[in-house]
């Protein structure tokens, strides 16, 4: 399911990385969209992000970020999503 359009929720693009098949996360913000640096703090926004959805970009990613949010208990909050945001 989807976040509706009102719903403003931060979140990851995953890519995989084809070279040694690892996931890489980017961090952005749900109100603009702008990439984030590590510290999670959107500067258009002037707000820190908590990124909880993960938008992923292949198929083989969505597999790949699945079966690690199922597998680890620290990440019961998260949400995957196959595609990207739209």
Same mark, same amino acid.
């Given at each position: 399911?989807?976040?509706? &359009?009102?719903?403003?929720? $931060?979140?990851?693009?995953?890519?995989? *990385? =084809? /070279? $040694?098949?690892? @996931?890489?996360? =980017?961090?952005? #913000?749900?109100?603009? $969209? %702008?990439?984030?640096? /590590?510290?999670? +703090?959107?500067? *258009? #926004?002037?707000? *820190? #992000?908590? #990124?909880?959805?993960? +938008?992923?970009?292949?198929?083989? %990613?969505?597999? &790949?970020?699945?079966?690690?949010?199922? /597998?680890? /208990?620290? !990440?019961? &909050? !998260?949400?995957? !999503?196959?595609? @990207?945001? =739209?």
């Amino acid at each position: 399911m989807n976040p509706t &359009k009102d719903e403003v929720r $931060d979140y990851f693009i995953a890519v995989l *990385n =084809e /070279e $040694d098949d690892s @996931l890489e996360m =980017e961090p952005h #913000c749900g109100r603009c $969209d %702008a990439h984030l640096n /590590e510290d999670y +703090y959107c500067e *258009n #926004c002037r707000r *820190n #992000c908590l #990124c909880l959805d993960i +938008y992923c970009k292949t198929e083989v %990613a969505y597999k &790949k970020v699945t079966r690690l949010l199922s /597998e680890q /208990e620290q !990440f019961k &909050k !998260f949400r995957a !999503f196959k595609g @990207l945001k =739209e």
